[in-house]
């Protein structure tokens, strides 16, 4: 059963960067498409971004389309999400999670859910 661990939330003004990881335990990672949730108060946990197992193929909301950027490293059996530009709206609990589906959009989609890491974004 792979775990998945998220890092690297904080605190970041306006317009800034910031990446959070999602590290992830078990020997068949690569056998596992990867995606970014996040979860705002009061609001429904939404997509973010998707990569495949292999890290080739990558996809994005179009909300965070050209700002953020989700990578892998199969070797390390971590993920990443490298968020710029942010916007006080990216403020949210940042979860990653992993299915064997294939890329998917939907949270039912995925079986494997790591605990979240809060990201937020102030003016």
Excluded: H
């Excluded at 390390?76 to 990216?90: A, G």
């Excluded at 979860?95 to 959009?105: K, Q």
């Amino acid at each position: 059963q792979v775990q998945l661990v998220e890092s690297g939330g904080g605190l970041v003004q306006a317009g800034g960067s910031l990446r959070v990881s999602c590290a992830a335990s078990g020997r068949t990672f690569s056998a596992y498409a990867m995606g970014w949730f996040r979860q705002a108060p009061g609001k429904d946990r939404e997509f973010v971004a998707a990569i495949s197992g292999s890290g080739l193929s990558e996809t994005y909301a179009a909300s965070v389309k050209g700002r953020f950027a989700m990578s892998r490293d199969n070797a390390k059996n971590t993920v990443y999400l490298q968020m710029s530009s942010l916007k006080l709206e990216d403020t949210a609990v940042y979860y990653c999670a992993g299915t064997t589906r294939g890329l998917r959009f939907g949270v039912s989609d995925y079986d494997l859910w790591g605990q979240g890491t809060q990201v937020t974004v102030s003016s």
